[in-house]
């Protein structure tokens, strides 16, 4: 079992910046490969951004230049910097692990999920 706890969300002005955190506890940490997903209402829930075990990292085109995926394997923690944020970024955020993920972006990959952080972009 692996449990995540996101953080870092809320409001924030168009083109502004947030930083969200995803911590994972009760494995090792550094095995999983990581996704993030968001999910706005009344919409599926859709990938944005993966980082594997080794390093790799990969990002939907909707957020490419604009958000960056980090490890920190010795605080167990997954980050997403997000810059140049716009209103359509507004989601609930969700971190995602899995030791092993065919298809990276889907969210059927993943095993375990973290609660979610709110973001909300004002224009």
């Known amino acids: 079992q692996v449990q995540l706890v996101e953080s870092g969300g809320g409001l924030v002005q168009a083109g502004g910046s947030l930083r969200l955190s995803c911590a994972a506890s009760?494995?090792?940490?550094?095995?999983?490969?990581m996704g993030w997903f968001r999910q706005a209402p009344g919409k599926e829930r859709v990938f944005v951004a993966g980082m594997r075990s080794g390093g790799i990292t990969f990002q939907s085109d909707s957020v490419k230049g604009r958000f960056t995926i980090s490890r920190d394997n010795a605080r167990n923690t997954l980050y997403l910097q997000m810059n140049s944020l716009k209103p359509e970024d507004t989601a609930v955020y969700y971190c995602?692990?899995?030791?092993?993920?065919?298809?990276?972006?889907?969210?059927?990959?993943?095993?375990?999920w973290g609660q979610g952080t709110q973001v909300t972009v004002s224009s």
């Open positions: 995602a692990a899995a030791c092993f993920t065919p298809h990276e972006t889907l969210p059927s990959s993943y095993d375990y």
């Open positions: 009760g494995r090792t940490f550094s095995n999983y490969n």
